[in-house]
């Protein structure tokens, strides 16, 4: 179609090729063109985490970006998550502790959590940690600072920080 | 005050005399009888909910499929005298652009919440996209719908839209002030004793007034419609919390027979009764896919939920407290204000302090002002949750006046029966509440004097407040279908909001047939299974309940009927245990056995819930406590909660793993209507200057500690399970608890909502 571009995206070890207008988010793209209803619009303005998906590994905000800009890149979505070793131990201990009510921020919530476990894991701060000389040890309070983009209305919170310290104790 | 809400009080007071004549209903059994009951179970929807396999209504993308989006007004009140819709449509992608001078014909519903006309779901009865009249700022003008989300939102902005403006009220001021006909229910004007004389004569009192800003839901799923003819059958996915309602609603607006309406809302991502009524989108899509001619889908953007629909009404509330020397109270006065639109929704902020405390002077007196805003909605515990901050913050006060402990003075105030009605309460166990909440909490260990603990630059203190909400049984019908391999499939028209609806009636409903759970299917969300008016008000688990209760005894009389061994048996000599039906001496049959007995496929039968005689006898409801800890840092103003036990009475709890996820996410509501949550409105022009989450500020993981909660666990003997709903207990009284946590820590009080730094620095220097 005129003005579109075309883009090619690899999500969830799947390649597509496609041809996308360039307003067309990463987002709306794997809702409206690829069908992956399990990522969800909450603000489509990067304020509420529901639409959390990993993009290249890392986290990200899929309302934020422009599909366009993720041509080549490879894409994990909610979908993937129960053949994602980690991804799989977030989701049963989600069962165990509750972590979730009505469900729609929990695709984002998941998906944050892998990446974030993966963050920690390499070592990266965060902004309640105190000392940047060491190995950082996985408080509540780091938890929940990590975790502080991915809004859950329902208040699930307590639930979500007992699953991610259950799947981080391995 | 006006003959209505004269009306509406006398009319209450005479049933409530008729009430008392009323027939007893059948205690029910399984209310203290062991079993899936109170078991702590998963949520059966959680594989779904964690694989993204739930299909919630934006979820759905039917071939042919069209995108709409609304175009919000930019005056609040007026007309508009034109709008030029020739660049949208020629932009491409767009299929069409609907105003109100070419928009189908939709007729006029009167607006549910106040109760004045049929009880369908309509938010309001204002005719939106009928007229050229605009009522609020932000109201839907025009409707674009294109072939994409992206080209309908690019045309959206390319409709030009002439107005002519009117002068519109929108602060809340006292001058235009009036007794509304009822308040949710609630009489707005209540005499009991003279509180005057009880004031006269107290040893303490305390005078404050307290206010609480417009707060919007924000369920994390914006609301969404999708609708699709069929010729004249109308099918909608919509995020109706009462789907029922919104099908008699579309039936009138568009003139069809209630059969050719199906909405289907299985999954709701959340509600707070924000998605109770029917916003005007809804019935702007169906009318937009009548115009296209194909399937048309509408998501409201996070600003259009703040434009487009209504949130909780501000309020303010002039509270009059005195207590005798023994810390007996003399007299509560509640006068409360608060807004509504052309559709009298009045929310009574007045209905803690109508029922909360034994007092022989009470008078509460709940008035409101029109508005041309957005009409206020339900929003978890309408009225009683502002309401409550005044009146448990005053109790918190008078406490401080008698240099008595807040927990005590509520307990020598705890009252034996209805304080406004006289009337028993069904059952009552906010005493036990306050016990168990205190002891887990550690409440004996506080400093006796506010400002006492300090811990570096943060200032800690502990507060409490009580909590009540009033409880209903509504109306609901449930259709239970037994197949020939014993499993049993209940169909409903209520739907999962993420209470643990399915969860918890899967539960009853296994022990009250006598099966594992895993022998039964609950399937919600269908409109058309029966009528059943379950719009919120925590009424799900017990009306849904008494439901199954009843189809369980048809499906009883129905087998019995059968030709098997058991025939002639009279109901009340077989029991439902065991998968099956069984005699006290051992005597009977698996459902199972009993079907291929008779040669028969399924059994369908439809339970209706029944009259809830003992409640409308009697006074009904909710209780609970509340103990924080905050730390306010001394030095920014800054308030973290850090510390939280809630203690409930909620009759018997049926799942107690979700009934506690519940409670948590009430607190964590309250905490933001304590700490950060404000619907900031330009009040020259109406419209809402923070409409979206980075200005809205809700509690994030980093905002929340962990929550402690607790039940009492006691059945009610007069209601099905010996349940009772406790959606919105949890949020009832939190703000009064941070606030009373926050007087302890710091020695300020704040009596305006959120109490945002500014306001404690603002108060003291030094802080």
Known sequence: ?170 | MSLTSRGFGLGTRILGRVARLLPDGRHDPLSTEPGEVGRHVNRLDGPAKVSGGIRYTADHSPARLAYAVPVPSAVAKGRVTAVDSSRALAAPGVVLVMTHENAPRMRRTAAYATLKGPVAAAAMSLPILSTDEVFWHGQPVAVVVAETQEQAEHAARLVDVRYEAEPAVLAMSDEAAYTPAHSVLEESRTVVGDARAGLAGAVATVRAVYTTPAEYHNALEPHATLARWDGDDLTVHDTAQYPYGVKEMLAKKFGLPLERVHVLAPYIGGGFGGKTPAWPHVALTVAAAKMAGRPVKLVLSRADTFRMTGGRAPTRSSVALGADGQGRLTAIVHDALATCTRDEFAEAAIAASRHLYACPGIAAHQRVVRVDRIQNAFFRGPGVTPGSFALESAMDELAWELGLDPLELRLRNEPERDPISGRPFTSRHLREAYQLGAETFGWRDRAPVPRATRDGHWLVGQGMAAAINPDVLLVAAVRLRLSADGTITIHSSTNELGAGTSTAQTQAAAQRLGVPMDRIRFMQGDSDVARTRIPGASAATTTLASAIWNARDRLVRELLALDTPLAGLRSSEVETRDEGLFTRDGRGETYRRLLERAGRDHIEVTGRSAVPYQTLKRTTGTYGAHFAEVRVDADTGEVRVTRWTGAFDGGRIVSPKQAAGQMRGGIIQGIGMALMEETLLDERSGRIVNAGLAEYHVPTHADVPDIEVRFVDLPDPQTPLGAKGIGELGIVGVAAAIANAIYHATGERIRDLPITPDKLLLREPSL
């Open chain 1, 1 to 170: 179609m005129d003005g579109h571009i075309p883009v090619h995206l690899n999500v969830n070890g799947q390649a597509h090729a496609l041809s996308l207008d360039p307003r067309t988010t990463l987002l709306d793209c794997l809702r409206e063109r690829l069908g992956l209803t399990g990522t969800k619009k909450g603000c489509d303005q990067g304020a509420c985490g529901a639409c959390t998906v990993l993009l290249g590994g890392e986290r990200v905000n899929s309302c934020l970006v422009p599909a366009v800009q993720c041509d080549g890149m490879e894409v994990v979505t909610i979908e993937a998550m129960a053949g994602h070793g980690l991804g799989a131990k977030v989701q049963e201990a989600f069962l165990t502790h509750d972590g979730f009510q009505c469900g729609y921020c929990t695709s984002g919530q998941i998906c944050s959590i892998v990446a974030m476990l993966g963050e920690h894991r390499d070592g990266r701060p965060s902004a309640v940690t105190e000392d940047l000389t060491g190995p950082v040890a996985l408080t509540d309070a780091e938890i929940r600072e990590r975790m502080a983009g991915n809004l859950c209305r329902c208040g699930a919170y307590n639930g979500i920080v007992a699953a991610v310290k259950e799947v981080a104790a391995g």
